[in-house]
């Protein structure tokens, strides 16, 4: 795809007729080219700067696109081109850390009236910066000087810049560490076994509309190159998987490594029709790469496979190890061929075993409650061995144990699964649970304690695990098999290790658990400090905040996005606490300087918020708070999509909050006379989705 193409599908991608895009689309190829990232920042400011024409450009870059990561004491960015050791550079440099503030590119035609900038370009006139951006993340900031720099040139500027970051994020999220070819995110850090960039990707495409996939791909046996060529055949498969797998991908698409062997797609725009197609082309280039047949991948796409990130995850990594287990044991593979080397499969099925013991390990670090917890471990445990039932029960203190999550077909051959409970004092997984000791049932005829249920669906072998949670016995991680002597030794150690981390999942979500009622009890405290100044106030944020979270949960806010509405929308007039109280119950309109004083209570909210590391996230919607989208709103002026969407919410709420109460200034607007107002303001003062939502929220039954 030329630039020109890429800017017409993407209105945050100006570029300027001025300017040669042939010359700019060599640039990109050639960035995109380029093996070592410590050479893009200088090949970015060549190319900028032949790309504008008599123009000196500097380039503020993230250290970690720089691999020796040296940057000055001040900057949290690397300075790269001619200007780099200029003695204006600390100048300009603050100069651009204030225009980042307000999130826009902009040009100053005259430097001479900007007081910030006037002191140190006496050679320059003019001035332009840009970001340079890469799936929401700013991976630095490029500055254009010159003598007479218009509004073609900042466009041209930004349209470069922008299809710059992303050919050097790319390069940057497929960048070896220790030459074994990890893939990491633009800022350097290992990345989760997620797919970066799908939650950006579907609150996008639930915003504006669009659809996407996701590919999840294993190089299968990569074990056994690892151990019978050496770590460094390992290395170069990898690789060289990654390689085969950034040119089978379209320019818009993104290619990651999650894990060991394991790599995943994010193909935009896309069904799964689309999606499927890029997957078997990645996989026959890796093939061709590897000079072997030995690659799974599942497939998803949004919205036909799930709701939720979540989902689609789960259900690209399902299909992944059917495809795995399938090319095991292929169907119609006659029994004796399955039996002519048992040797090897009896290896396939412990390296299984490893694989399955740390990708569950892996998942469960993100994992966010127990029933998470629980359903990850029995998903991997069941998709890898076919167990004919895994379950996790949890014990309660009532002494019953209830299931928490279950895969097989037990599950949908016994109605009602998920409800059934039972004693502690009866079963093996009662006596499990009873005397904290494992159970290896051969044969659940010959096992006293085993509770038949129905000769037609009863398994004959079960393997029975304890689950501690801080020395304690939490619940039972039970397997069955229909076929006795199912189990072996290694099972037993496979079923401790996992139950072993879920224990440990679940006693470290119970840690931040208590940590969240510490910060809860911290938030009714500053809660507590503004009703001191208005008791309207501190009633109204948590009025608001109830009426957020519906309203967010209907527009598909989930997880830590849906907690920062939450705790947004509680402290949204948090500043108000700096507010003189007589102007905030004062019964008459405001003077200019007393309305002054009250907008001022958005940034003083947001500073304090600041201050505090984990409400640091929430800063910008109780800044934002109070926009338009119109940019009629304060403090910043922002519009559109330049709010955030947790702000548009809270401000949606506020507003009908504040119209349906008693003020000391006005009576209560009823209700159908608030929604009217708030449907009146659409595209102006409200977002269109936002109102809608808010309006379906309250007029639920």
Not at 344 to 365: C, D, F, K, Y
């Amino acid at each position: 795809m030329g630039i020109s193409g890429a800017a017409a599908d993407n209105p945050y991608m100006p570029v300027s007729p001025q300017h040669d895009t042939s010359t700019v689309e060599a640039a990109l190829a050639d960035l995109l080219a380029e093996p070592r990232l410590d050479c893009v920042g200088p090949k970015l400011v060549d190319h900028a700067r032949a790309a504008l024409g008599d123009v000196d450009v500097v380039l503020f870059l993230d250290p970690s696109l720089c691999q020796d990561g040296d940057h000055r004491p001040k900057s949290t960015r690397r300075a790269v081109g001619d200007l780099a050791e200029h003695p204006a550079l600390v100048v300009l440099e603050d100069w651009v850390d204030a225009e980042r503030e307000t999130g826009r590119p902009r040009l100053v035609p005259d430097v001479a009236a900007t007081a910030d900038l006037a002191a140190m370009l006496g050679r320059w006139a003019s001035a332009c910066w840009a970001p340079l951006l890469y799936g929401g993340d700013e991976l630095g900031v490029i500055v254009a000087l010159g003598q007479d720099l218009g509004e073609g040139d900042l466009a041209a500027l930004e349209g470069f810049a922008a299809h710059a970051g992303n050919r050097a994020g790319k390069r940057a999220t497929l960048r070896g560490t220790g030459g074994a070819g990890e893939a990491r995110s633009p800022h350097g850090a290992a990345e989760p076994p997620r797919v970066p960039g799908a939650h950006p990707e579907l609150r996008r495409c639930r915003r504006s509309g669009g659809r996407f996939g996701v590919v999840m791909l294993d190089l299968d046996d990569f074990k056994v190159v690892n151990d019978s060529a050496g770590h460094a055949a390992g290395d170069h498969v990898l690789k060289g998987a990654g390689a085969a797998l950034i040119a089978a991908c379209r320019p818009s698409d993104d290619a990651f490594r999650i894990g060991g062997d394991e790599f995943a797609l994010l193909v935009r725009d896309a069904s799964a029709d689309n999606a499927r197609s890029v997957a078997e082309r990645a996989a026959g280039r890796v093939r061709a790469e590897r000079r072997r047949a030995g690659l799974s991948y599942g497939v998803s796409a949004w919205p036909g496979d799930g709701p939720t990130k979540d989902a689609l995850l789960r259900h690209a990594d399902t299909q992944l190890y059917a495809m795995k287990r399938e090319r095991r044991f292929p169907l119609g593979a006659a029994s004796g061929a399955r039996q002519a080397a048992p040797a090897r499969a009896g290896a396939a099925i412990q390296r299984e075993r490893l694989a399955v013991a740390s990708r569950v390990a892996t998942l469960l670090a993100y994992a966010g409650n127990d029933e998470e917890i629980a359903r990850t471990s029995v998903a991997q445990l069941h998709h890898s061995f076919d167990y004919f039932l895994a379950v996790v029960q949890r014990l309660d203190q009532d002494g019953v144990l209830r299931v928490v999550a279950a895969e097989g077909p037990l599950t949908e051959a016994v109605a009602g699964f998920l409800a059934l409970t039972q004693s502690v004092e009866a079963g093996v997984n009662g006596r499990v649970a009873r005397t904290g000791e494992p159970a290896l049932v051969p044969d659940t005829r010959l096992d006293p304690d085993y509770l038949g249920r129905d000769q037609r669906t009863d398994p004959r072998s079960e393997l029975s695990m304890p689950i501690r949670v801080g020395g304690d016995v939490w619940g039972v991680l039970n397997l069955e098999q229909q076929a006795a002597d199912a189990f072996s030794d290694e099972d037993l150690l496979l079923a401790d290790t996992v139950a072993g981390q879920i224990g440990a999942a679940i006693h470290r979500c119970q840690l931040v658990s208590e940590l969240e009622s510490a910060f809860l009890t911290t938030l009714g405290v500053l809660a507590e400090a503004v009703e001191l100044q208005d008791s309207y106030t501190a009633e109204h944020a948590r009025e608001v905040a109830d009426l957020a979270v519906r309203v967010g949960v209907r527009l598909g806010f989930e997880g830590d996005e849906l907690e920062r509405l939450r705790y947004g929308a509680l402290l949204h007039d948090l500043g108000k606490i700096g507010v003189p109280g007589e102007i905030l119950r004062k019964p008459a309109g405001l003077t200019p300087d007393q309305r002054a004083a009250v907008e001022k209570h958005a940034v003083t909210g947001a500073q304090m918020l600041q201050r505090i590391p984990f409400l640091a996230p929430v800063a910008p919607l109780v800044r934002s708070a109070h926009e338009r989208v119109d940019g009629g709103g304060y403090p910043d002026g922002l519009r559109g999509d330049e709010i955030p969407r947790g702000a548009l919410v809270i401000a949606a709420c506020d507003a009908l909050h504040a119209m349906t109460s008693d003020r000391p200034y006005r009576a209560a607007m009823t209700l159908d006379a608030a929604l009217e107002e708030l449907s009146l303001n659409i595209g102006t003062q409200f977002d269109a989705a936002t109102v809608e939502a808010v309006i379906a929220e309250v007029l639920a039954p």
